[in-house]
């Protein structure tokens, strides 16, 4: 963990260069470790800091959100022609234990941490500042950086830690609530989800004043030209963001009253105007430049000037003969965007008329293709946390009968342009999982969560089952060294 650290210091502190417009962040190569926390505008360039290099493409700008999570949780058809597909056979197969995945793995784990270790370098010097900050600021600050910090270890849980439902008590995870270079203990995950939970309740606490609970997400600059740190916050973990993650951890860690909890009060936000659902003439109204990732239904989402290299470089299919990301045809046909009654699915929906866009006999994901309007905030956006989730949280967590939530599921296809289900099953809500979250990285943890099939095909017996070696990724050599 010592090397993790020093890289930390050395790279995230002084060489974190690049920058979305919203962010306003001065290169910190001009900066000194001193400089960034002695003043206001420090410490908030250091929390931005924080969020940018959440876009790395071992965390959420590639491997926790589009490619390697997605892979592990059946999204796309990967052949076997190794000239093609390389290193992703072995990982559809689950085969954690090969150089490359094992090497990719160590990265992943690394960058989380590191940047766990930047919460708390931020977090400790905040407790012991005499910085005079404006307004609520110093509340915010904090509540964001916990917020993260419960995050990064929340979904390093998720993908190294035991099948929870399955093994609480199992040795998981470090948690780290301090800045150090000495190597935590691991604690089972029972143990890491008190402390998730406690990081994550504290920053509610403390953002209990965000402007999104009375002025909404303020998804454009003030007109004054003064500090945006208060605006874009959909772009930042604000108060409904934590709200909405409490209802994830919740559902996650077997607490179904906290889940609904939660999850309904996000969704009474939405009724209330704050993430209205999506308005349909600017999804399959404008033919030419739709909303792909419904804007408006999105709680959290990261800003990444680049998004259009997530098209580009895995979803285009000007990219064949090279490896291509899709769904299987068979399994898109019949049962996510076909089936009828039988499955929920519709080509009616929303989310495929504007998300799958035919090219010779395929269909090929176009959620992160630029917009015509490339320079818009929303051409930006990478979806953490949506609206549609807080449905299928209150569904499933509504009673212990799974039936009982058919009615949250109802409201949220009604918004996708599609009829009611007259009934609710664990895998008619799966299929609507896919639907909603195709693409975002969370089909693996929730078929983890659930302990249950990871769904490949429209043939259940192609489908991997349930097991350890599905879906218990193993700890970094760097972790296990120490």
């Not at 600050?141 to 390093?156: Q, S, T, V, Y």
């Not at 105007?273 to 030419?288: E, T």
Request: glycine letters at 6%.
């Amino acid at each position: 963990m010592k090397r993790i650290f020093a890289y930390m210091i050395a790279a995230a502190l002084l060489t974190l260069t690049s920058c979305d417009a919203w962010l306003n962040v001065k290169p910190y190569d001009k900066m000194s470790e001193e400089e960034l926390l002695s003043t206001e505008a420090g410490f908030i360039k250091l929390l931005n800091g924080i969020y940018i290099e959440l876009n790395s493409d071992m965390l959420y700008g590639a491997a926790l959100s589009v490619e390697m999570v997605e892979i592990m949780g059946g999204a796309y058809v990967i052949g076997t022609d190794n000239s093609v597909w390389g290193n992703y056979a072995d990982l559809a197969a689950y085969k954690y234990q090969t150089d490359y995945w094992r090497a990719r793995l160590n990265e992943t784990w690394n960058k989380a941490y590191a940047l766990i270790l930047n919460c708390n370098l931020l977090l400790e010097n905040l407790e012991k500042t005499t910085v005079k900050f404006s307004g609520d600021n110093y509340r915010v600050i904090k509540g964001e950086a916990l917020a993260l910090r419960a995050m990064l270890h929340f979904d390093m849980l998720r993908l190294f830690g035991p099948v929870y439902s399955q093994n609480p008590d199992a040795v998981a995870i470090p948690y780290y609530k301090k800045y150090s270079v000495t190597p935590n203990a691991l604690l089972m995950a029972s143990e890491v989800a008190a402390e998730v939970i406690r990081d994550l309740n504290e920053a509610r606490i403390l953002l209990a004043n965000d402007p999104v609970r009375t002025s909404g997400t303020m998804t454009s600059a003030p007109a004054d030209g003064s500090s945006t740190f208060m605006y874009y916050r959909n772009l930042r973990l604000n108060y409904y963001a934590v709200t909405a993650l409490l209802a994830r951890t919740g559902l996650y860690f077997g607490d179904r009253e906290a889940a609904y909890d939660y999850s309904t009060e996000v969704i009474q936000a939405s009724s209330d105007g704050i993430f209205p659902f999506v308005d349909k003439n600017l999804v399959i109204g404008s033919p030419d430049d739709p909303d792909r990732i419904f804007s408006s239904e999105v709680i959290f989402a990261l800003s990444h000037s680049q998004r259009n290299k997530l098209f580009k470089g895995y979803y285009d299919p000007s990219r064949i003969p090279n490896y291509v990301f899709r769904m299987d045809n068979d399994l898109m046909n019949n049962i996510v965007y076909g089936g009828g009654a039988t499955t929920g699915g519709h080509q009616d929906d929303y989310r495929y008329r504007v998300n799958w866009v035919a090219t010779g006999a395929n269909r090929y994901f176009y959620k992160y293709s630029d917009m015509v309007d490339a320079g818009s905030i929303q051409n930006t956006m990478i979806p953490m946390i949506r609206l549609g989730e807080m449905y299928l949280i209150a569904a499933e967590s509504r009673s212990a009968d799974i039936a009982a939530g058919v009615g949250f599921v109802n409201q949220l296809r009604s918004n996708r342009g599609v009829g009611n289900l007259s009934a609710l099953t664990k895998e008619l809500l799966q299929y609507e999982y896919i639907r909603e979250m195709y693409g975002e990285g969370q089909l693996f943890f929730m078929y983890k969560r659930m302990y249950s099939p990871v769904i490949v095909s429209s043939t259940a017996s192609k489908n991997p089952s349930p097991s350890n070696a599905v879906f218990v990724l193993p700890l970094p050599s760097s972790e296990t060294d120490n």
